[in-house]
């Protein structure tokens, strides 16, 4: 019976910068759980596996905060360091050799596997086999070339390929392994690779299989990506999310301050499209609330310092995994919505832009100075930030969508009290390297009341101001980077603890 486990996490994750700039590539988060704990949870509950070996580098000590002894989810980590995170996988491993005496599951840490079938794994395990590799048959042939390549006689994997040139059949080698300690041994006899300049695992397992014929295949099922890129890891948070966007609830937020003439519309308009409609009434004057409500709104009345205090009030309270924000005016309209909720499958992040012309309406306050003091702004914030490669047109556009799991990492950048709040809940993004995508809106003529921050040039001005003073602030205060390489590496909550 095998009881023990090795995950190795050590490596730099340079391909994956800016994702990895202050974060060890297994802890970077798909659907909101880190990689690392999703294989923890595949020993865990299909293997049966409590006592795990973990090599730590980069960034190491964040792998012990997050995790410490284990005892959270239910099993026991033991945490080796290395320090040489550049020597590569196989030589890292070679730290794991004392603790290790006896056969062994290996996962690699920044691997992720959905719905796949590793309770069978050790089903494959008997006294002959030295070693076991997973194979998953793939049409993404393309694939092969980034992990390793295998060729199967008789029941055994007569060869490997580390990152092929040729591909020569349709098995795609994976990151989850069973070992014996003759693994070691093999490392140990196993030549520079002058490939990498480094000794290979896939090489050794090569001089395993070629030797004693004692490698087998384990074949997985379900869905594998191997993150070794961004790309890699946007397309395995897309696929990931949209498998359970269905079964996700979403909550319209809507901060108002009387806004009786259009509340009442705005709610007809998304109600029936969403789970939650909930108007922040932020001291209303007028009938605000009640004409909410009996829109069929929840309506919460609190006293608010402003237009971005009631908006945090409403995010830290809505009931849905997904987050929207809309004015209370009726200058945006449901029609958008489902282009945004797109969208947001492959995106942290979707934010509006009023700044296509085609999609004003005549008479929406989108005129000229306003327009273009948007994009100039936005195009700033580009420049600013431009490692991240962010797109901007818009930074005062407050129709946006985001995952509740996006909004609990950036909460503690979010300071602005008034309108910077739109922009600020941007440049957070950016900060804590998630990813924000920017869509066409259609902008239309408010329903009664004029704007609190752009009726004229005099608060145009203004909020342009405040704006500007929250960008350059989060850019070149000392106080925000720090604080967003903090909570980067932050466990996410549970979403009932922000409400």
């Known amino acids: 019976m095998i009881t023990q486990a090795l995950i190795p996490a050590a490596g730099r994750g340079i391909r994956a910068y800016p994702k990895t700039q202050y974060l060890p590539k297994p802890l970077l988060e798909i659907d909101g759980k880190t990689l690392l704990q999703r294989n923890i949870e595949i020993l865990r509950d299909q293997l049966g596996i409590h006592d795990i070996t973990v090599i730590i580098g980069y960034e190491g000590e964040q792998i012990i905060s997050r995790f410490g002894s284990g005892a959270s989810l239910g099993v026991s980590l033991r945490y080796l360091k290395c320090d040489e995170p550049d020597i590569g996988l196989a030589r890292g491993m070679l730290l794991a050799e004392e603790v290790l005496q006896q056969p062994f599951v290996t996962i690699l840490g920044d691997e992720l596997y959905h719905h796949a079938n590793h ?161 922040v009434n932020n001291s209303s004057r007028d009938n605000t609330a009640q004409v909410a409500a009996a829109a069929g709104a929840r309506v919460e009345t609190a006293k608010l310092i402003g237009y971005g205090d009631t908006i945090r009030y409403g995010l830290d309270r809505a009931i849905g995994d997904i987050l929207v924000v809309v004015e209370a005016d009726h200058s945006f309209k449901s029609r958008d919505l489902t282009k945004m909720l797109e969208y947001l499958k492959d995106a942290d992040m979707v934010i509006g832009t009023r700044t296509t012309r085609e999609l004003v309406e005549q008479g929406a306050n989108m005129r000229g100075p306003v327009r273009w003091g948007n994009v100039l702004v936005a195009k700033g914030v580009e420049a600013l930030w431009w490692g991240h490669q962010p797109r901007f047109t818009d930074v005062g556009c407050t129709y946006r969508a985001l995952w509740r799991e996006t909004y609990q990492v950036i909460r503690p950048l979010l300071h602005g009290v008034g309108p910077e709040l739109a922009p600020e809940m941007m440049v957070a993004i950016l900060q804590v390297n998630k990813r924000i995508i920017e869509v066409p809106v259609s902008y239309h003529e408010r329903i009664g009341g004029e704007s609190k921050h752009s009726a004229n040039y005099f608060k145009i001005s203004q909020t342009a101001l405040r704006m500007l003073r929250t960008i350059l602030r989060h850019r070149f205060s000392r106080t925000y980077p720090k604080l967003a390489r903090q909570v980067i590496g932050q466990p996410i909550l549970p979403s009932n603890t922000a409400r």
């Open 119 to 279: 309770q069978q794994l050790l089903k494959q395990f008997d006294a002959t086999t030295k070693a076991i590799c997973s194979v998953l048959p793939t049409k993404d042939l393309h694939q092969i070339k980034k992990n390793y390549a295998l060729k199967i006689h008789d029941g055994s994997i007569a060869s490997l390929i580390e990152k092929p040139q040729t591909i020569e059949n349709n098995l795609l080698g994976c990151g989850t392994f069973v070992f014996t300690p003759e693994i070691f041994t093999a490392i140990k006899n196993t030549p520079v690779s002058p490939r990498s300049g480094r000794i290979e695992l896939i090489d050794a397992i090569n001089s395993l299989a070629q030797k004693d014929k004692a490698v087998r295949p384990f074949y997985l099922d379900g869905k594998y990506f191997n993150i070794n890129t961004v790309d890699d890891y946007n397309y395995a948070q897309y696929k990931i999310r949209a498998e359970r966007f269905a079964n996700c609830k979403v909550s319209v937020v809507i901060p108002a301050y009387n806004e009786e003439a259009s509340i009442g519309f705005v709610v007809e308009d998304f109600k029936d499209l969403v789970d939650e409609v909930l108007v």
